[in-house]
Structures are given as structure tokens and as C-alpha cells.
């Protein structure tokens, strides 16, 4: 719970400090060492991706609920600034989909801390939480080609994007490089360093969520569920214990967290009050996890409504990869309240993942004490 408070007062201060400060002067290093860090998150996201290629038909449905439950909160978070703020409708629509991602790391963490990582609620969390990343990283495609039409250098980058998915699938956790932290760290400043030459040389902008992901894919996964011999050492490199494996991996989070609040434009209020402001954030917040209760309405065949509803809950927790998103919304220049309030809502949501997550615990215990 600490670590959700600090990750969402550090964007909050982030913020701040975007209002009071002229960053002007830094701001290619900050874009530099927030894609660094955002890199490094999504090379996690893909180390968490797995695939038994064995049961690729059973993924079905649950790929299905996962973009069900990304496309709800995207939809009514872009109609409502749409609605009520007249904001152009492809713009909304790329902001708008800050609400769509689950925070896998955070939810993982704090579903096996509270004693949950055995429990059909976890292992069905897990698949949904990553699919619903992967949709987001997916969809970003189509969304900038919508912001900034189509233009020849975008067929190079569906190409790329091809290959980097059919690669990922291939090679699936069968490269067999070191995963420690500081490895990790390495993937991403070269993965940031390579997105960078390639629009340097060619000018083909390719954004660096999915390279990132996909070579988290290709790297060996140490807690594979489908490698039973290996699968002892669940969450070992990912989430880990102590030492200073986890004070780097802490870091780059917290600092990805601070650099995105420092990222948002500044705040122009066009005449809202404050508490008009606070009004807005906490609609937002609430559209978004509304959106992701669609799971409750599945599954009916494998556990009882309360289960569902409580996996429906696990789904709200909003982390790093919704902030990513505003970060590429902020870099197409994309600014005004909406941004502002998308940044708002997702710190409200991080806030909330304690209250969220005990909510969880409850349901279940619930559920367990009508068994007995």
C-alpha cells in the first residue's frame, strides 16, 4: 500500500511542479529519461505475458472480457470530454484511453501480499490485467494513425509492428538473457536508443510501448506456468524481495511516475472553479471503473456472482501504462483540461487501490464464511 501512495503522490508532485517550474530548458532530457522508464515497464509487461500455445482457444473469451473491459471506461472517458468540454473527437479518443489499461504490476503485487496468489480470482486477474494492457498497446496504432492521418511512414510502422508481434509469438520466453533489474534497465535504454535512430534516419516514428513489450515476450520467463519445473520461482525477478534489485526496480517506477506528472501541460482552468474541477476528476474516475465491472457479467459458469464482482473490483487499480498513454498524447501536442484531468483521475485511482484491494479481500472472505 505504500508503494500505490507513493507512486500517486509523486505524480501528484509532478504536477505541481509542472505549474510552479519552467521546464522548458530540460524537457528533452525529461521526455528522454521518462521513455527510458516507461520502456523498462512494459519490457516487465511482456515478462509477465504468458501464452500456453497449447490452449490458444481457451484464451478466446478471456482476450474478449479483457477489451470489453479497456474499451467501457476509453469509451466514456472520451464521450464525456467530448460532452462536456468540446474537445476535438480523435483527440478524446487517444486521452481517453488512459482509462482503459489495469496497473498488472501494482494488482499482482497486492493480490499476492494479501494472501490471494493461490485463488481462482488471481489467476484469472492475471490473464485479463495483461490482455487489457496488450489491447492498449494494440490499439495506440490505429489511434495515432486517426490523430495524424495516414501517412507513408506508417506502413513501415505496421510493418515493424507485424513482425515485432509475430516474433513475440514465435519466440515466446525462448531468448535466454539475463532478466535481472539492471539488465532490464539495459533492454530499455537500448530499446529507446533504436526508436530514436530509426525516426532519426528514416523518419518513421515508432513509439517504444510495443518494442519494449515485445522484447519482454522473447525473453525467458522464469515463472512461465507452462515450465512447471520453473514455475516455483512465480514473481521472483519480476516483483523482487529485497536487496537492491528492488530499490532500482522501486525507482525507475517512482521516478516514471514523478517525470509523467512533470510532462502534463499546465493547468488552465477556462473558468472552472476548483471544486468544478474535483467534480469532473471524480466522474471520470467513476465512468472508468464502471466501465470495468463488465466481468461481473461473465464467467458465470465458473464462479459465483460475488467471485465476479470481486474480480471486476481487482480490474480498477490504474497505473503505469494509463500514464504512458498520456504520455503520448502529451507528445503528439495534445493539451488543455482533458489531459489535466485524465493525469487527476489516474492519481485519484492509485490512491484508491488499498481501498480497492480490501475490497477484494472482503468480498471473498464473505464468500468463504457463507461456505462454511
Known amino acids: 500500500m505504500i508503494q500505490v501512495v507513493w507512486y500517486s503522490g509523486l505524480l501528484i508532485v509532478g504536477i505541481i511542479v509542472a505549474q510552479l517550474v519552467d521546464l522548458s530548458p530540460v524537457r528533452p532530457s525529461v521526455n528522454t529519461l521518462t521513455m527510458v522508464c516507461l520502456a523498462y515497464i512494459m519490457v516487465e509487461v511482456g515478462l509477465e505475458f504468458t501464452l500456453d500455445k497449447r490452449r490458444l482457444r481457451s484464451y478466446g473469451w478471456d482476450y474478449v472480457v479483457a477489451a470489453t473491459a479497456a474499451t467501457l471506461p476509453w469509451m466514456f472517458c472520451a464521450v464525456y470530454f467530448i460532452a462536456l468540454f ?95 533489474k539492471g539488465w532490464l534497465l539495459g533492454y530499455s535504454i537500448m530499446m529507446v536508443g533504436l526508436c530514436a535512430a530509426l525516426e532519426h534516419t528514416t523518419n518513421v516514428h515508432l513509439e517504444v510501448l510495443l518494442p519494449a513489450f515485445a522484447w519482454g515476450c522473447l525473453l525467458v520467463n522464469a515463472h512461465d506456468p507452462a515450465v512447471p519445473k520453473l514455475h516455483a520461482h512465480e514473481h521472483a525477478h519480476v516483483e523482487p524481495r529485497g536487496g537492491a534489485a528492488q530499490w532500482l526496480d522501486r525507482a525507475l517506477k517512482l521516478a516514471f511516475m514523478f517525470l509523467v506528472g512533470c510532462s502534463l501541460p499546465k493547468i488552465a482552468l477556462g473558468g472552472l472553479s476548483v471544486g468544478a ?45 494509463g500514464a504512458g498513454v498520456l504520455l503520448v498524447a502529451i507528445g503528439y501536442g495534445l493539451t488543455g483540461l482533458p489531459v489535466t484531468l485524465g493525469g487527476l483521475s489516474l492519481a485519484l485511482n492509485l490512491l484508491l487501490t488499498g481501498a480497492f484491494i480490501a475490497a477484494v479481500v472482503r468480498l471473498l472472505s464473505d464468500r468463504a464464511d457463507k461456505d462454511q
Not at 476528476?281 to 461481473?296: A, D, E, I, Q, R
Open 86 to 180: 468540446q474537445t476535438p473527437w480523435r483527440e478524446a479518443f487517444l486521452i481517453g484511453r488512459f482509462a482503459a489499461p489495469t496497473s498488472a504490476g501494482v494488482l499482482f503485487a497486492m493480490l499476492e501480499a494479501a494472501g490471494l496468489g493461490a485463488t481462482w480470482l488471481f489467476r484469472k486477474v492475471r490473464v485479463l490485467a495483461i490482455f487489457d494492457d496488450l489491447d492498449t498497446v494494440l490499439l495506440m496504432i490505429p489511434l495515432q494513425i486517426m490523430l495524424v492521418g495516414f501517412k507513408p511512414e506508417l506502413a513501415v510502422v505496421i510493418v515493424l509492428i507485424g513482425v515485432l508481434l509475430a516474433a513475440a509469438y514465435r519466440w515466446l520466453h525462448e531468448v535466454r538473457l539475463p532478466v535481472g
Open 277 to 321: 474541477l474535483i467534480w469532473h476528476v471524480l466522474m471520470l474516475t467513476l465512468l472508468s471503473n464502471l466501465g470495468k465491472c463488465f466481468p461481473m457479467l461473465c464467467y458465470r459458469q465458473e464462479a459465483p456472482l460475488r467471485e465476479r464482482v470481486a474480480v471486476s473490483v481487482a480490474m480498477f487499480p490504474r497505473g503505469e501504462v
